[in-house]
């Protein structure tokens, strides 16, 4: 079985400054690992996504996230931030041979002027 | 523009009711999935379909009933709903392939008074 931890519920950032959500997982077997943003009234879009090969994955909107297969992280991150990007922001993985995704509870993301 | 259509966005209806969602997508995507967004909660995996057949059943009481008459649509039938029944219902399609990714629906918002 598998888990997903989103420690923060929320993270206030002013902005063009850096900001950096955490994810933790655990699972018995190799994963997918996502990260999906929901703006207020929508429904979720992928940002990005890891599979396999490097662990420095880019998405869209300037996010990138590093999987750490020994910290059994995937950390979000961007280097400066826009109001813009004020959303919730979903963890989620899969493991390998399943079609279920488990997400986190979210992290609330909000950018202050 | 999403690729998956969900209506109605708003609902209100009483205990007594019945009532029906529709999702739809024209992405030429094989699985389609109804979640469950309630506050402060993870997104909870109600029902998945795989080329129309259901392939899970999250545990969901009886008064939620699924249909999937082809691939490229869903339906969620509520009926004698509870308060606690109140969240966000989302709908999701991917290809066949976990690493996939899901492409979600902006959802329906559904209060029960």
């Known amino acids: 079985a598998q888990s997903v931890t989103q420690l923060d519920s929320q993270v206030p950032v002013f902005e063009e400054a850096p900001v950096e959500l955490r994810c933790n997982y655990s699972?018995?077997?190799?994963?997918?690992l996502f990260w999906y943003v929901q703006y207020p009234n929508q429904g979720l879009q992928l940002l990005l996504k890891?599979?396999?090969?490097?662990?420095l994955v880019k998405g869209i909107n300037g996010f990138e996230a590093e999987f750490n297969k020994s910290q059994t992280s995937f950390h979000l991150r961007k280097p400066s931030v826009h109001i813009s990007d004020t959303a919730e922001y979903f963890c989620?993985?899969?493991?390998?041979?399943?079609?279920?995704?488990?997400f986190g509870t979210g992290t609330r993301l909000k950018v202050l002027a | 523009e999403t690729g998956v259509t969900q209506t109605p966005r708003h609902l209100v209806m009483g205990m007594t009711n019945k009532k029906s969602l529709k999702c739809e997508q024209h992405?030429?995507?094989?699985?389609m999935y109804w979640y469950k967004q309630s506050a402060k909660k993870p997104l909870e995996l109600m029902f998945v379909?795989?080329?129309?057949?259901?392939?899970e059943n999250n545990s969901v009481p009886s008064r939620f009933s699924p249909e999937c008459p082809n691939s490229s649509h869903l339906f969620l039938h509520l009926h004698t709903l509870q308060p606690e029944d109140s969240a966000l219902y989302l709908c999701?399609?991917?290809?066949?392939?976990?690493?996939?990714?899901?492409?979600f629906g902006s959802g329906t918002r559904l209060t029960v008074v």
């Open positions: 989620a993985v899969c493991g390998s041979g399943t079609y279920k995704y488990i």
């Open positions: 379909y795989n080329f129309k057949e259901q392939t």
């Open positions: 992405l030429g995507h094989n699985a």
């Open positions: 890891y599979l396999s090969g490097s662990t």
């Open positions: 699972s018995s077997v190799s994963v997918y």
């Open positions: 999701a399609s991917s290809q066949d392939a976990p690493d996939y990714g899901y492409t």
